[in-house]
Protein backbone atom coordinates (compact mmCIF):
# COMPACT_ATOMS: atom_id res chain seq x y z
CA UNK A 1 0.00 0.00 0.00
CA UNK A 2 1.44 3.26 -1.25
CA UNK A 3 1.09 6.68 1.41
CA UNK A 4 -0.77 9.04 -0.21
CA UNK A 5 1.43 12.07 1.39
CA UNK A 6 4.40 12.63 -0.97
CA UNK A 7 8.10 11.80 0.12
CA UNK A 8 8.97 15.53 0.82
CA UNK A 9 5.88 15.73 2.48
CA UNK A 10 6.68 13.08 4.63
CA UNK A 11 10.50 13.97 4.99
CA UNK A 12 9.02 17.60 6.08
CA UNK A 13 6.70 16.04 9.04
CA UNK A 14 9.86 14.26 10.40
CA UNK A 15 11.91 17.62 10.20
CA UNK A 16 8.56 19.27 12.16
CA UNK A 17 8.97 16.47 14.53
CA UNK A 18 11.87 17.37 15.34
CA UNK A 19 13.50 13.94 15.18
CA UNK A 20 16.34 12.67 13.37
CA UNK A 21 16.38 9.21 11.13
CA UNK A 22 18.24 8.38 9.04
CA UNK A 23 17.44 8.06 5.71
CA UNK A 24 16.86 4.28 5.54
CA UNK A 25 14.99 4.92 8.68
CA UNK A 26 13.16 7.63 7.19
CA UNK A 27 11.89 4.60 4.18
CA UNK A 28 10.79 2.77 6.48
CA UNK A 29 8.88 4.74 8.23
CA UNK A 30 7.30 5.96 5.35
CA UNK A 31 6.49 2.31 4.02
CA UNK A 32 3.84 2.09 7.52
CA UNK A 33 2.71 5.74 6.71
CA UNK A 34 -0.07 4.36 4.45
CA UNK A 35 -1.46 2.13 7.19
CA UNK A 36 -1.26 5.25 9.77
CA UNK A 37 -3.04 7.50 7.50
CA UNK A 38 -5.81 4.62 6.89
CA UNK A 39 -6.34 5.11 10.53
CA UNK A 40 -6.51 8.46 10.42
CA UNK A 41 -9.27 8.94 7.88
CA UNK A 42 -11.20 6.37 10.19
CA UNK A 43 -10.54 8.67 13.36
CA UNK A 44 -11.70 11.49 11.01
CA UNK A 45 -14.93 9.55 9.74
CA UNK A 46 -16.57 10.17 6.65
CA UNK A 47 -18.51 13.32 8.20
CA UNK A 48 -17.79 15.54 10.86
CA UNK A 49 -18.97 14.59 14.43
CA UNK A 50 -21.20 16.63 16.26
CA UNK A 51 -19.65 19.69 18.40
CA UNK A 52 -21.05 17.99 21.26
CA UNK A 53 -19.31 14.56 20.66
CA UNK A 54 -16.84 15.38 23.29
CA UNK A 55 -13.19 13.59 23.60
CA UNK A 56 -12.45 11.56 26.24
CA UNK A 57 -11.01 14.04 28.06
CA UNK A 58 -10.70 12.35 31.92
CA UNK A 59 -10.85 8.91 31.33
CA UNK A 60 -13.17 7.25 33.13
CA UNK A 61 -14.77 3.82 32.01
CA UNK A 62 -18.15 3.82 31.32
CA UNK A 63 -21.37 1.46 32.16
CA UNK A 64 -19.68 0.70 35.92
CA UNK A 65 -21.04 -2.45 37.77
CA UNK A 66 -21.17 -1.95 41.42
CA UNK A 67 -20.70 -4.85 43.02
CA UNK A 68 -18.46 -6.96 40.13
CA UNK A 69 -21.22 -9.37 39.93
CA UNK B 1 4.59 -30.55 46.29
CA UNK B 2 5.06 -30.63 42.62
CA UNK B 3 8.42 -29.33 40.98
CA UNK B 4 6.97 -25.93 40.48
CA UNK B 5 4.01 -25.04 42.71
CA UNK B 6 1.20 -22.25 42.02
CA UNK B 7 0.65 -19.33 44.28
CA UNK B 8 -1.84 -21.10 46.20
CA UNK B 9 -0.13 -24.75 46.54
CA UNK B 10 3.32 -23.14 47.56
CA UNK B 11 1.13 -20.92 50.51
CA UNK B 12 -0.91 -23.60 51.54
CA UNK B 13 2.99 -25.68 51.84
CA UNK B 14 4.67 -22.96 53.41
CA UNK B 15 1.20 -22.75 56.27
CA UNK B 16 2.46 -26.56 56.84
CA UNK B 17 6.23 -25.63 57.18
CA UNK B 18 6.05 -28.32 54.78
CA UNK B 19 8.95 -26.12 53.21
CA UNK B 20 10.68 -22.77 54.04
CA UNK B 21 10.57 -19.72 52.73
CA UNK B 22 14.39 -19.85 52.42
CA UNK B 23 13.46 -23.43 51.15
CA UNK B 24 11.38 -22.57 48.08
CA UNK B 25 13.66 -19.20 47.28
CA UNK B 26 16.86 -21.51 47.04
CA UNK B 27 14.62 -23.55 44.96
CA UNK B 28 13.86 -21.24 42.48
CA UNK B 29 17.23 -19.80 42.37
CA UNK B 30 18.53 -23.15 41.71
CA UNK B 31 16.06 -22.95 38.65
CA UNK B 32 16.76 -19.67 37.67
CA UNK B 33 20.86 -20.54 37.52
CA UNK B 34 19.72 -23.72 35.38
CA UNK B 35 17.10 -22.17 33.09
CA UNK B 36 17.71 -18.76 32.43
CA UNK B 37 20.86 -18.52 30.19
CA UNK B 38 18.63 -20.08 27.70
CA UNK B 39 16.05 -18.41 28.19
CA UNK B 40 17.12 -14.67 29.16
CA UNK B 41 13.94 -14.09 31.72
CA UNK B 42 16.05 -11.92 33.90
CA UNK B 43 17.87 -8.70 33.35
CA UNK B 44 19.00 -8.85 37.02
CA UNK B 45 18.68 -11.08 39.77
CA UNK B 46 19.07 -10.27 43.47
CA UNK B 47 19.96 -12.75 45.45
CA UNK B 48 20.80 -11.35 48.57
CA UNK B 49 17.68 -9.44 48.44
CA UNK B 50 15.58 -12.68 47.64
CA UNK B 51 17.13 -14.47 50.97
CA UNK B 52 17.10 -11.37 53.22
CA UNK B 53 13.14 -11.16 52.34
CA UNK B 54 12.66 -14.98 52.71
CA UNK B 55 14.69 -14.99 55.75
CA UNK B 56 12.03 -11.97 57.34
CA UNK B 57 9.32 -14.21 55.92
CA UNK B 58 10.27 -17.29 57.48
CA UNK B 59 10.63 -15.96 61.22
CA UNK B 60 6.82 -14.54 60.43
CA UNK B 61 6.11 -17.65 59.79
CA UNK B 62 7.99 -19.35 62.79
CA UNK B 63 6.22 -16.35 64.85
CA UNK B 64 2.78 -18.15 63.69
CA UNK B 65 2.57 -14.58 62.39
CA UNK B 66 2.39 -14.83 58.20
CA UNK B 67 1.40 -11.73 56.46
CA UNK B 68 -0.97 -14.07 53.94
CA UNK B 69 -1.20 -16.13 51.11
CA UNK B 70 1.68 -13.86 49.15
CA UNK B 71 4.20 -14.46 52.69
CA UNK B 72 7.44 -16.32 51.31
CA UNK B 73 6.20 -15.99 47.39
CA UNK B 74 9.34 -15.72 45.36
CA UNK B 75 8.01 -13.11 42.48
CA UNK B 76 10.05 -10.19 40.22
CA UNK B 77 9.26 -7.59 38.41
CA UNK B 78 9.34 -6.24 35.28
CA UNK B 79 12.24 -3.87 34.86
CA UNK B 80 10.21 -0.42 34.20
CA UNK B 81 8.38 -1.03 37.40
CA UNK B 82 11.04 0.93 40.26
CA UNK B 83 12.36 -0.76 42.82
CA UNK B 84 14.48 1.32 45.23
CA UNK B 85 17.97 0.82 45.69
CA UNK B 86 17.90 -1.70 42.50
CA UNK B 87 18.20 -0.80 38.98
CA UNK B 88 15.48 -0.18 36.58
CA UNK B 89 16.61 0.03 33.01
CA UNK B 90 13.48 -0.57 31.08
CA UNK B 91 15.51 -2.53 28.90
CA UNK B 92 17.11 0.42 27.55
CA UNK B 93 20.76 1.85 27.22
CA UNK B 94 19.31 4.97 28.42
CA UNK B 95 17.86 3.99 31.72
CA UNK B 96 21.12 1.47 32.26
CA UNK B 97 22.26 2.78 35.45
CA UNK B 98 18.88 4.12 36.84
CA UNK B 99 18.51 3.10 39.84
CA UNK B 100 15.58 4.82 41.73
CA UNK B 101 15.37 5.57 44.78
CA UNK B 102 11.74 4.67 45.87
CA UNK B 103 9.53 1.53 45.51
CA UNK B 104 6.84 1.82 42.61
CA UNK B 105 3.31 1.36 44.76
CA UNK B 106 2.37 -1.78 43.56
CA UNK B 107 6.14 -3.17 44.48
CA UNK B 108 5.66 -2.00 47.79
CA UNK B 109 2.02 -3.46 48.45
CA UNK B 110 3.24 -6.60 47.22
CA UNK B 111 6.97 -6.66 49.58
CA UNK B 112 3.93 -5.29 52.32
CA UNK B 113 2.25 -8.55 51.66
CA UNK B 114 5.68 -10.77 52.08
CA UNK B 115 7.10 -11.43 48.69
CA UNK B 116 10.25 -12.59 47.73
CA UNK B 117 11.84 -10.62 44.88
CA UNK B 118 14.32 -12.32 42.81
CA UNK B 119 15.29 -9.89 40.42
CA UNK B 120 14.23 -7.82 37.10
CA UNK B 121 12.79 -9.14 34.61
CA UNK B 122 13.26 -8.51 30.53
CA UNK B 123 10.38 -6.27 28.90
CA UNK B 124 10.41 -4.79 25.58
CA UNK B 125 12.15 -1.56 25.39
CA UNK B 126 10.07 0.96 27.37
CA UNK B 127 7.38 -1.43 27.18
CA UNK B 128 7.40 -0.87 23.05
CA UNK B 129 10.60 -1.76 21.87
CA UNK B 130 11.10 -5.33 20.89
CA UNK B 131 12.08 -8.14 20.73
CA UNK B 132 15.33 -6.22 19.70
CA UNK B 133 18.67 -8.42 19.88
CA UNK B 134 20.83 -5.12 19.58
CA UNK B 135 19.84 -3.93 22.90
CA UNK B 136 22.30 -4.24 26.13
CA UNK B 137 20.34 -7.33 27.60
CA UNK B 138 18.71 -10.25 24.96
CA UNK B 139 15.51 -10.79 24.37
CA UNK B 140 13.40 -13.32 26.81
CA UNK B 141 12.75 -16.40 24.70
CA UNK B 142 9.60 -18.74 24.59
CA UNK B 143 10.77 -21.54 27.03
CA UNK B 144 8.36 -23.91 24.68
CA UNK B 145 10.31 -23.61 21.82
CA UNK B 146 13.07 -20.62 22.16
CA UNK B 147 13.34 -20.04 18.62
CA UNK B 148 10.12 -17.96 19.49
CA UNK B 149 9.30 -14.63 20.55
CA UNK B 150 7.27 -14.62 23.84
CA UNK B 151 5.29 -11.72 22.57
CA UNK B 152 5.63 -8.35 24.80
CA UNK B 153 5.91 -6.43 26.32
CA UNK B 154 5.49 -8.06 29.64
CA UNK B 155 8.44 -10.56 27.82
CA UNK B 156 10.86 -11.70 31.01
CA UNK B 157 7.49 -12.73 33.29
CA UNK B 158 5.64 -14.29 30.46
CA UNK B 159 8.84 -16.48 29.75
CA UNK B 160 10.00 -16.40 33.89
CA UNK B 161 6.32 -18.08 34.97
CA UNK B 162 6.00 -20.43 31.98
CA UNK B 163 9.68 -21.96 32.92
CA UNK B 164 8.71 -21.98 36.35
CA UNK B 165 11.63 -19.96 37.28
CA UNK B 166 9.17 -17.53 39.37
CA UNK B 167 5.53 -18.31 40.80
CA UNK B 168 4.20 -15.22 39.39
CA UNK B 169 5.11 -11.31 38.17
CA UNK B 170 4.38 -8.23 37.50
CA UNK B 171 3.68 -6.62 34.28
CA UNK B 172 2.05 -3.70 32.44
CA UNK B 173 -0.88 -3.52 29.32
CA UNK B 174 -0.77 -0.57 27.18
CA UNK B 175 -2.27 -2.66 23.92
CA UNK B 176 -1.50 -6.64 25.01
CA UNK B 177 1.39 -6.56 27.06
CA UNK B 178 0.18 -8.69 29.99
CA UNK B 179 -1.90 -10.76 27.64
CA UNK B 180 -0.33 -11.07 24.74
CA UNK B 181 2.80 -12.72 26.49
CA UNK B 182 0.23 -14.93 28.96
CA UNK B 183 -1.22 -16.19 25.61
CA UNK B 184 2.08 -17.40 23.59
CA UNK B 185 3.83 -18.21 27.03
CA UNK B 186 1.15 -20.55 28.09
CA UNK B 187 0.23 -18.66 31.27
CA UNK B 188 -2.37 -16.93 32.88
CA UNK B 189 -2.54 -12.93 32.83
CA UNK B 190 -5.05 -10.29 33.64
CA UNK B 191 -4.90 -6.46 32.92
CA UNK B 192 -7.47 -5.09 35.37
CA UNK B 193 -9.72 -2.01 34.64
CA UNK B 194 -8.08 1.11 34.33
CA UNK B 195 -7.23 2.43 37.64
CA UNK B 196 -7.63 -0.51 39.20
CA UNK B 197 -3.64 -0.64 39.93
CA UNK B 198 -1.22 2.08 40.80
CA UNK B 199 0.58 2.92 37.84
CA UNK B 200 2.68 5.33 40.42
CA UNK B 201 6.37 4.41 40.07
CA UNK B 202 5.84 2.49 36.92
CA UNK B 203 7.82 3.81 33.86
CA UNK B 204 5.03 5.03 31.48
CA UNK B 205 4.53 4.25 28.15
CA UNK B 206 1.12 6.44 28.53
CA UNK B 207 -0.83 8.10 30.38
CA UNK B 208 -4.21 6.77 29.28
CA UNK B 209 -3.58 3.40 28.25
CA UNK B 210 -1.31 2.19 30.58
CA UNK B 211 -2.61 -0.64 33.12
CA UNK B 212 -0.30 -2.52 35.57
CA UNK B 213 -1.27 -6.12 36.28
CA UNK B 214 0.02 -9.24 36.57
CA UNK B 215 1.43 -13.03 35.46
CA UNK B 216 1.20 -16.35 37.04
CA UNK B 217 0.66 -19.87 35.86
CA UNK B 218 -3.11 -19.96 37.36
CA UNK B 219 -6.00 -17.47 37.19
CA UNK B 220 -6.41 -17.90 41.54
CA UNK B 221 -2.80 -17.13 41.28
CA UNK B 222 -3.16 -13.65 38.91
CA UNK B 223 -6.20 -13.15 41.93
CA UNK B 224 -3.70 -13.64 45.03
CA UNK B 225 -1.60 -10.88 43.10
CA UNK B 226 -4.46 -9.20 42.14
CA UNK B 227 -5.18 -8.26 45.61
CA UNK B 228 -2.18 -7.18 47.09
CA UNK B 229 -1.88 -5.09 43.71
CA UNK B 230 -5.19 -3.45 44.06
CA UNK B 231 -6.53 -0.35 45.62
CA UNK B 232 -6.52 3.89 45.30
CA UNK B 233 -3.35 5.43 45.07
CA UNK B 234 -3.15 9.38 45.57
CA UNK B 235 0.06 9.56 43.52
CA UNK B 236 -1.32 7.76 40.55
CA UNK B 237 -3.95 10.81 39.18
CA UNK B 238 -6.06 7.80 37.21
CA UNK B 239 -6.05 5.83 40.23
CA UNK B 240 -9.82 4.60 40.95
CA UNK B 241 -11.19 5.82 44.46
CA UNK B 242 -13.10 2.25 44.59
CA UNK B 243 -13.09 -0.22 47.02
CA UNK B 244 -10.95 -3.51 46.67
CA UNK B 245 -13.44 -6.34 46.34
CA UNK B 246 -12.23 -10.15 47.06
CA UNK B 247 -10.76 -11.33 43.87
CA UNK B 248 -10.78 -14.96 45.48
CA UNK B 249 -14.27 -15.73 47.15
CA UNK B 250 -16.08 -16.23 44.45
CA UNK B 251 -13.55 -18.05 42.13
CA UNK B 252 -15.41 -21.65 42.43
CA UNK B 253 -18.83 -20.33 41.82
CA UNK B 254 -19.08 -21.19 38.18
CA UNK B 255 -20.56 -19.83 35.71
CA UNK B 256 -24.09 -21.47 35.27
CA UNK B 257 -26.58 -18.54 34.72
CA UNK B 258 -24.05 -15.93 33.03
CA UNK B 259 -24.29 -14.57 29.53
CA UNK B 260 -21.18 -14.81 27.53
CA UNK B 261 -20.49 -12.72 24.20
CA UNK B 262 -18.86 -14.17 21.90
CA UNK B 263 -17.28 -11.73 19.22
CA UNK B 264 -17.35 -13.99 16.54
CA UNK B 265 -16.54 -10.99 13.74
CA UNK B 266 -12.54 -10.40 16.03
CA UNK B 267 -11.27 -13.48 14.81
CA UNK B 268 -13.70 -14.52 11.54
CA UNK B 269 -13.30 -11.19 9.95
CA UNK B 270 -11.65 -8.93 11.13
CA UNK B 271 -8.10 -10.82 11.84
CA UNK B 272 -8.85 -14.12 11.22
CA UNK B 273 -7.19 -17.10 13.04
CA UNK B 274 -5.35 -20.30 12.66
CA UNK B 275 -7.10 -23.64 13.32
CA UNK B 276 -5.46 -23.92 16.87
CA UNK B 277 -6.51 -20.22 17.75
CA UNK B 278 -10.38 -21.18 16.61
CA UNK B 279 -10.28 -24.53 17.82
CA UNK B 280 -9.40 -23.19 20.89
CA UNK B 281 -12.33 -20.55 20.95
CA UNK B 282 -15.20 -23.08 19.91
CA UNK B 283 -13.84 -25.19 22.96
CA UNK B 284 -13.79 -22.24 25.29
CA UNK B 285 -17.49 -21.76 24.00
CA UNK B 286 -18.49 -25.84 24.65
CA UNK B 287 -16.87 -25.56 27.55
CA UNK B 288 -18.93 -22.13 29.28
CA UNK B 289 -22.29 -24.05 27.44
CA UNK B 290 -21.47 -27.22 29.20
CA UNK B 291 -21.03 -25.64 32.68
CA UNK B 292 -24.43 -23.87 32.24
CA UNK B 293 -23.33 -20.40 30.95
CA UNK B 294 -25.51 -18.76 27.59
CA UNK B 295 -23.43 -18.21 24.67
CA UNK B 296 -24.94 -15.04 22.78
CA UNK B 297 -23.31 -13.00 19.85
CA UNK B 298 -21.85 -9.86 20.25
CA UNK B 299 -21.23 -7.26 17.27
CA UNK B 300 -18.76 -4.73 18.37
CA UNK B 301 -17.10 -2.14 15.98
CA UNK B 302 -14.40 -3.74 13.94
CA UNK B 303 -11.20 -4.55 15.19
CA UNK B 304 -9.47 -1.78 12.64
CA UNK B 305 -11.67 0.97 14.04
CA UNK B 306 -9.91 0.17 17.76
CA UNK B 307 -6.90 -0.02 16.49
CA UNK B 308 -7.03 3.45 14.61
CA UNK B 309 -7.92 4.84 17.90
CA UNK B 310 -5.64 2.88 20.04
CA UNK B 311 -3.05 3.03 18.18
CA UNK B 312 -2.63 6.67 17.79
CA UNK B 313 -3.41 7.50 21.09
CA UNK B 314 -0.67 5.25 22.08
CA UNK B 315 2.29 6.28 20.05
CA UNK B 316 1.07 10.44 20.27
CA UNK B 317 1.36 10.23 24.22
CA UNK B 318 4.63 8.31 23.91
CA UNK B 319 5.92 10.16 21.74
CA UNK B 320 5.29 12.99 24.35
CA UNK B 321 6.91 11.47 26.74
CA UNK B 322 10.01 10.47 24.78
CA UNK B 323 10.19 13.32 23.25
CA UNK B 324 13.36 15.35 24.53
CA UNK B 325 15.21 11.88 23.99
CA UNK B 326 13.60 11.32 20.37
CA UNK B 327 15.09 14.85 19.39
CA UNK B 328 18.74 14.58 21.00
CA UNK B 329 19.30 10.45 21.60
CA UNK B 330 17.16 8.43 18.87
CA UNK B 331 20.15 7.12 18.23
CA UNK B 332 20.57 4.97 21.58
CA UNK B 333 16.89 3.86 21.38
CA UNK B 334 16.72 0.24 19.74
CA UNK B 335 15.48 0.36 16.37
CA UNK B 336 12.11 -1.06 17.02
CA UNK B 337 11.22 1.79 20.01
CA UNK B 338 12.49 4.40 17.76
CA UNK B 339 10.32 3.49 14.62
CA UNK B 340 7.22 3.33 16.70
CA UNK B 341 7.41 5.87 18.93
CA UNK B 342 8.43 7.90 15.52
CA UNK B 343 4.97 8.10 14.16
CA UNK B 344 3.61 10.12 17.73
CA UNK B 345 5.54 13.05 16.73
CA UNK B 346 3.87 13.20 13.34
CA UNK B 347 0.25 13.17 14.17
CA UNK B 348 -1.47 16.55 14.83
CA UNK B 349 -2.89 17.55 18.20
CA UNK B 350 -6.08 17.96 16.67
CA UNK B 351 -6.27 14.08 15.24
CA UNK B 352 -5.12 12.93 18.59
CA UNK B 353 -8.20 15.06 19.63
CA UNK B 354 -10.22 13.13 17.16
CA UNK B 355 -8.95 9.68 18.25
CA UNK B 356 -10.04 11.00 21.74
CA UNK B 357 -12.94 11.63 20.61
CA UNK B 358 -13.10 8.51 19.12
CA UNK B 359 -12.40 6.79 22.27
CA UNK B 360 -15.78 7.88 23.66
CA UNK B 361 -17.20 6.93 21.30
CA UNK B 362 -15.82 2.90 21.21
CA UNK B 363 -16.46 3.04 24.92
CA UNK B 364 -20.62 3.81 24.39
CA UNK B 365 -20.29 1.15 21.79
CA UNK B 366 -18.96 -1.58 23.87
CA UNK B 367 -21.02 -0.83 26.75
CA UNK B 368 -24.36 -0.62 24.59
CA UNK B 369 -23.04 -3.61 23.40
CA UNK B 370 -22.43 -5.51 26.64
CA UNK B 371 -26.08 -4.39 28.23
CA UNK B 372 -27.43 -7.90 28.06
CA UNK B 373 -24.43 -10.08 28.82
CA UNK B 374 -22.03 -10.54 31.52
CA UNK B 375 -18.73 -11.06 30.16
CA UNK B 376 -17.02 -11.24 26.29
CA UNK B 377 -14.65 -13.73 24.69
CA UNK B 378 -12.44 -13.42 22.04
CA UNK B 379 -9.47 -14.52 20.31
CA UNK B 380 -6.18 -13.58 22.01
CA UNK B 381 -3.99 -13.32 19.56
CA UNK B 382 -4.54 -14.59 15.91
CA UNK B 383 -1.60 -17.51 15.88
CA UNK B 384 0.97 -19.27 18.63
CA UNK B 385 4.22 -17.78 19.05
CA UNK B 386 5.84 -16.70 15.89
CA UNK B 387 9.57 -17.36 15.43
CA UNK B 388 12.30 -14.70 16.09
CA UNK B 389 13.03 -12.72 12.57
CA UNK B 390 16.44 -11.82 11.73
CA UNK B 391 15.87 -8.32 11.80
CA UNK B 392 13.85 -5.82 14.19
CA UNK B 393 10.60 -4.68 12.48
CA UNK B 394 8.32 -2.00 12.76
CA UNK B 395 4.89 -2.42 14.03
CA UNK B 396 2.18 -4.92 11.83
CA UNK B 397 0.04 -2.49 11.04
CA UNK B 398 -1.85 -4.14 8.59
CA UNK B 399 -3.07 -6.89 11.50
CA UNK B 400 -4.84 -4.98 13.99
CA UNK B 401 -4.35 -7.32 17.71
CA UNK B 402 -7.41 -8.38 19.69
CA UNK B 403 -5.95 -6.65 23.29
CA UNK B 404 -6.04 -3.13 22.28
CA UNK B 405 -10.00 -2.58 22.36
CA UNK B 406 -9.96 -2.95 25.75
CA UNK B 407 -6.91 -0.70 26.36
CA UNK B 408 -9.15 1.61 24.92
CA UNK B 409 -11.99 1.32 26.91
CA UNK B 410 -10.14 0.41 29.76
CA UNK B 411 -12.35 -2.48 31.24
CA UNK B 412 -10.44 -5.51 32.65
CA UNK B 413 -9.02 -8.51 30.44
CA UNK B 414 -7.41 -11.44 30.87
CA UNK B 415 -6.08 -14.63 28.73
CA UNK B 416 -5.96 -17.88 30.25
CA UNK B 417 -4.27 -21.05 27.82
CA UNK B 418 -6.87 -22.35 25.49
CA UNK B 419 -4.98 -25.10 24.71
CA UNK B 420 -2.06 -25.76 22.24
CA UNK B 421 -1.10 -25.59 18.55
CA UNK B 422 0.43 -28.21 16.37
CA UNK B 423 4.25 -27.30 17.11
CA UNK B 424 3.50 -27.89 21.00
CA UNK B 425 3.04 -24.03 21.21
CA UNK B 426 -0.06 -22.62 23.47
CA UNK B 427 -2.77 -20.32 22.32
CA UNK B 428 -4.38 -18.26 24.58
CA UNK B 429 -8.59 -16.96 24.94
CA UNK B 430 -9.63 -13.71 26.20
CA UNK B 431 -12.24 -12.91 28.50
CA UNK B 432 -13.22 -9.02 29.19
CA UNK B 433 -15.90 -8.01 31.63
CA UNK B 434 -17.39 -4.41 32.37
CA UNK B 435 -15.18 -2.08 34.24
CA UNK B 436 -13.93 -3.07 37.98
CA UNK B 437 -16.25 -6.37 37.76
CA UNK B 438 -12.95 -8.45 38.10
CA UNK B 439 -14.43 -11.14 40.17
CA UNK B 440 -16.88 -12.08 37.73
CA UNK B 441 -13.69 -12.17 35.03
CA UNK B 442 -11.71 -14.09 37.68
CA UNK B 443 -14.32 -16.46 38.39
CA UNK B 444 -15.28 -17.05 34.14
CA UNK B 445 -11.52 -17.71 33.45
CA UNK B 446 -10.99 -19.95 36.48
CA UNK B 447 -13.79 -21.93 35.24
CA UNK B 448 -12.47 -22.75 32.22
CA UNK B 449 -9.05 -23.14 33.79
CA UNK B 450 -10.37 -25.69 36.01
CA UNK B 451 -11.93 -28.47 33.43
CA UNK B 452 -9.18 -27.98 31.36
CA UNK B 453 -6.02 -30.31 31.72
CA UNK B 454 -3.91 -27.27 30.26
CA UNK B 455 -2.06 -26.24 33.56
CA UNK B 456 -0.87 -30.13 33.87
CA UNK B 457 1.69 -29.38 30.72
CA UNK B 458 4.97 -27.27 31.37
CA UNK B 459 7.70 -26.58 28.74
CA UNK B 460 10.16 -29.46 29.20
CA UNK B 461 13.22 -27.90 29.86
Not at chain 1, 19 to 34: F, V
Not at chain 2, 154 to 174: E, F, N, P, R
Not at chain 2, 181 to 197: L, M, N, S, W
Not at chain 2, 338 to 362: C, N, P
Given at each position: MKARTTEADFAALIR???????????????????WIEQMLERLRGPSPRPREAEPAHVFVPLAVVEDGR | MSEVPTIAEAARQL???????????RA??????????????????????????????????MAGA??????????????????????????????????????????????AAGT??????ATHEFAIGGPDFAL?????????????????????????????????????????????????????????????????????????????GPLAWTVEDCALLLQAMAGHDAADPASANRPVPDFTAGLRRGVAGLRIGLVRHFHETDQKVNPAVQQAIDRAVAVYRDQGAEIREVTLPSLFEFQACG????????????????????????????????????????????????????CAAVAHAMEDVDLLLTAAAATEATPFLPEPTGPQLDKPGFYIPFNVTGQPAM????????GGLPVGIQLAAKPFAEPLLLRAAHAFEAVTPWRERRPLL
Open positions: HAGISPSEQQIAELYEGWA | ARRAISPVELTMQQRIERLDPAINAFILQTPERALADASAAETRFPLGPLDGIPIAHKDIYNTAGIRTTAHSRLLADNVPDADATTVAKLRVMLGKLPWPPARNPWNREHVTAGSSSGTGAAVAAGMILGGTGSDTGGSIRGPAAFCGVAGIKPTYGRCSRAGVLPLTYSMDHTFLILVTEAFALHEPWMRTRRAEYGRTMAARVSYGGLISGADYVQALRRRRELTVCGGFGE
